[in-house]
């Protein structure tokens, strides 16, 4: 389709008749706005800017990553495979559910690092269950009167402490305003953007371009 423009000569406008590329009618669009792309960029850079993890978030996952993960799991192991001889005390069953609770526990406390929404609950159930076993077995150390370092308190200390440090860290994750904003923010971030629209096609017959 023909695009129709007038050149100039002596003063003379003359009416011709020439074919207009459609790279260029697509060229004269996106000179015409070109502010468009420049804005997205900015709005996605802005909300990328915008995700900042709280201390608590840090504090709470790296606890839990070491001392209801890293830290349990290695002296479970340990204790089974070392000079100990805790294979004739625990059985292969207990030994697989503290390794795929201590390496489940490590994991989420990552995902939840990098603000994965289904790490944030896998965390607060693992952490959950590892803390209950934790003042169950000192509970009963203390009900049977079981002396740890020549005392028969630190048990009931131990217990109490670890429905404390449950207590924060699941109550932390689960209420607090700024770990919900952050692990939100981070499910946007991480959602796939939009298909690019195509260029407005602009026919060469609409276009009023100069010839020369």
């Not at 200390?157 to 449950?166: G, K, Y």
């Not at 407005?200 to 017959?205: D, E, F, I, N, Y």
Request: proline share 6%; net charge positive; hydrophobic share 50%.
């Amino acid at each position: 389709m023909a695009a129709t423009g007038y050149t100039g000569f002596a003063g003379r406008r003359i009416r011709c008749q020439r074919p207009v590329p459609a790279a260029v009618a697509w060229l004269s669009v996106e000179l015409i706005n070109p502010r468009r792309d420049m804005r997205a960029e900015d709005s996605g850079r802005s909300a990328t800017a915008s995700v900042r993890r709280p201390v608590g978030v840090w504090v709470a996952t790296i606890w839990a990553g070491l001392f209801a993960g890293l830290f349990p799991l290695g002296l479970v192991l340990f204790f089974y495979f070392g000079p100990a001889k805790g294979s004739e005390i625990m059985s292969g069953l207990q030994l697989l559910m503290s390794v795929v609770l201590g390496v489940g526990i490590i994991t989420s406390a990552v995902g939840t690092w990098r603000g994965c929404p289904w790490a944030r609950y896998a965390l607060v159930v693992l952490i959950a269950i590892h803390y209950a076993l934790l003042t169950y077995q000192n509970y009963q150390m203390a009900s049977a009167g079981i002396a740890v370092r020549g005392s028969t308190a630190i048990p009931w200390v131990r217990a109490i402490r670890s429905v404390i440090t449950a207590t924060i860290i699941v109550g932390y994750l689960l209420l607090s305003g700024r770990a919900k904003e952050f692990i939100q923010q981070r499910d946007r971030a991480a959602e796939p953007d939009a298909p690019h629209e195509p260029p407005p096609r602009v026919a060469a017959g609409e276009s009023d371009g100069w010839a020369a």
